[in-house]
């Protein structure tokens, strides 16, 4: 099991500014419904420094329900939580895991980050 690419959170270039219609003759009873695009990166991340964007490659994490080309949101800021999933480094591969002790507590462990999210391709 490898990650295929790992990726910080990166801020858009494009920001969105609703404004008016720019249109001829009778104006569009729609345009005072005019919204801003939803920011997948303000939603889903809660510090874009410390955030990261991992794409599976492989199923050997059914068990977890991450299956191949899964991207999984990664927050290295996030405390341990035990009962949660993470990506954790042992003997120098990165691994998933559902932390049942804190990894502070075996030394062959080291947490890399807490998962937030895990997006699924479903076409």
Same mark, same amino acid.
């Given at each position: ?7 910080? !959170? *990166?801020?858009?270039d494009e920001v969105h500014q609703a ?22 990166? *303000? ?38 939580? !035990?009962?949660?999933?993470? !990506? ?6 990165f691994k998933i895991e559902r932390l ?5 507590? *075996? ?8 998962i937030t999210f895990i997006i699924h391709?479903?076409?």
């Amino acid at each position: 099991m490898e990650f295929d690419y790992v990726a910080p !959170v *990166r801020v858009p270039d494009e920001v969105h500014q609703a404004g008016t219609s720019e249109q001829t003759g009778f104006p569009s009873p729609a345009t005072h419904y005019l919204e801003s695009r939803i920011d997948l990166n *303000r939603i889903l991340t809660k510090n874009r420094d410390a955030t990261f964007f991992i794409r599976v490659k492989g199923d050997g994490y059914r068990e977890h329900h991450i299956l191949d080309r899964d991207v999984l949101i990664v927050d290295r800021s996030l405390p341990t939580c !035990v009962g949660k999933l993470a !990506v954790v480094v042992e003997d120098g591969n990165f691994k998933i895991e559902r932390l049942a002790s804190n990894p502070k507590d *075996r030394e062959e462990l080291t947490l890399w980050g807490m998962i937030t999210f895990i997006i699924h391709d479903v076409i």
